[in-house]
């Protein structure tokens, strides 16, 4: 009902025109990826990942394109972690992400907009939504995020480059929930990996028990293949 809604609300607009795939990527080439590239993202998949080198703590910043329901497209930011794996659908085996192809948003934000309009509350910033409606107003509304956020981006990427301020923003999202609860992987899971690569593998252990061990888990052999892999990248975490 509200793609339907916001589809009919477009009534005022010009025709339909939608802006291709080739098209975006070839606009971002040309004024996205040099915007990111002067906050420190240095490389580009082509398409719609922007990202950094690794810093000594194994921290990568990323932004990454999202294609989103209707005519429209959004950002999201945030870090992967050298150390961190994730899972294989069916929980058999564990994916590094430590190679530039294999870069992975780990522990995100969405621009306020996207993330406040998803959780039904009011939208205070306008431009966090890129239009695929034609292409006047995709190169409009693309330029305004363009304008305005990367500079914000980069003080984030300041703000959390070591272990321990990741830590504490797994927390704060776990505490703020709303959209946060959507992110994949979840916070905890990301948590267990930060506090074993701290150092602190108690916590990490905790953690993992609480995580799949949860009354609201299914206790399928799934999770419990799972569970075994990830207790088993912990402890070689601990012989390094």
Known sequence: MKFLKNLFSRNALPELNEVSAATRIDTFGKIVTPAFKKIGL???DGKYLWYSDFNENGI???IKYNILKGFDGSFSYGNCFSFLPTTTNDGKKLINHKTD????????E?????RESSEGTQRKNQ???????????FLESLNKIIDSYPIRIEKWFKTYDSIDSNIALANDQIQKSGMYDFNAPNQKYVL????????????AEELLDELYDSPTRNKSDRWSIEKELI???VNKMKSC
């Open 192 to 203: 267990i990996f930060l506090f074993a690569q701290k150092g602190d593998f108690k916590k």
């Open 110 to 114: 969405r621009l306020d907009g996207w």
């Open 42 to 44: 240095d490389k580009w």
């Open 231 to 233: 207790q088993s990248r």
């Open 127 to 137: 431009y966090d939504k890129v239009s695929h409606w034609n292409e006047k107003d």
């Open 60 to 62: 990568k910043h990323v």
């Open 101 to 108: 192809k294999s870069t992975k948003l780990h522990l995100f």
